[in-house]
């Protein structure tokens, strides 16, 4: 298997642009995470999904931020408009059944840079 | 509130040293997770645990329940172990439930 596949791997924008994020989990798995790195917070989950339905938004930092999955083999992470605190590596991460006991498998990551 | 703490913030160790990582988080949780992120940034689930022990190669990851702590050991540290190790934690209870909290990560330098 390919593992996780997110694009683009590096996307570098200005201030007011509308980014889109993009995610492929691995094949068979049933949930999908949204995370974001940052050197000051390190790693936030962003949102979860799980038979591609929103379960815990809760992590979106605000309006800004909408994520979709429309179909089992990809998601979306848009950030409308961009801001250049939004400058981050996001990771999207499938797991088998989003179980406690469920190893999360990560992607690549996207890094964010917004001018 | 929900906190995951790790100790220490950097270590630099000699190739061959034994290493250790910890974890204390504040409340009961369902499981805990091992990160490794490589310094290319590229990250990897080492262990999850819910009890008791693991092993894999040279590394071990302990964790006590009671104590609300977790421990992972490198043996015969060489200098492709050099990443952040992130310590992941899934409450038992209420919002947190399907969320990991992150500790801020525990960055590994082994000197050849």
């Known amino acids: 298997d390919a593992g996780v596949i997110q694009s683009p791997r590096h996307e570098v924008t200005e201030m007011g642009q509308e980014v889109t994020l993009r995610c492929k989990p691995i094949s068979g798995h049933n949930s999908l995470f949204w995370y974001r790195q940052t050197m000051m917070r390190g790693l936030e989950l962003l949102i979860y999904f799980n038979n591609n339905v929103p379960i815990d938004d809760s992590g979106m930092p605000e309006d800004r931020f909408s994520a979709k999955m429309p179909n089992a083999s990809f998601s979306t992470l848009k950030i409308q408009p961009s801001e250049p605190r939004d400058s981050a590596v996001y990771f999207c991460?499938?797991?088998?059944?989003?179980?406690?006991?469920?190893?999360?498998?990560f992607g690549p990551g996207t890094r964010l840079t917004v001018l | 509130k929900n906190e995951v703490e790790q100790s220490p913030q950097n270590l630099t160790a000699q190739e061959g040293e034994f290493i250790t990582i910890n974890c204390s988080y504040s409340v009961g949780i369902s499981a805990l997770h091992w990160l490794q992120q490589h310094p290319g940034g590229g990250i990897v689930s080492l262990f999850m645990?819910?009890?008791g022990k693991k092993k894999h190669g040279r590394l071990i990851a302990t964790i006590n329940i009671q104590e609300k702590h977790s421990s992972l050991h490198i043996t015969a540290s060489h200098p492709r172990d050099s990443a952040v190790y992130i310590c992941?934690?899934?409450?038992?209870?209420?919002?947190?439930?399907?969320?990991?909290?992150f500790g801020k990560g525990t960055k590994l330098s082994v000197i050849p």
């Open positions: 992941a934690v899934r409450f038992s209870s209420g919002a947190g439930s399907y969320q990991l909290t």
């Open positions: 991460a499938s797991s088998l059944t989003g179980g406690h006991t469920d190893t999360q498998y």
């Open positions: 645990l819910s009890s």
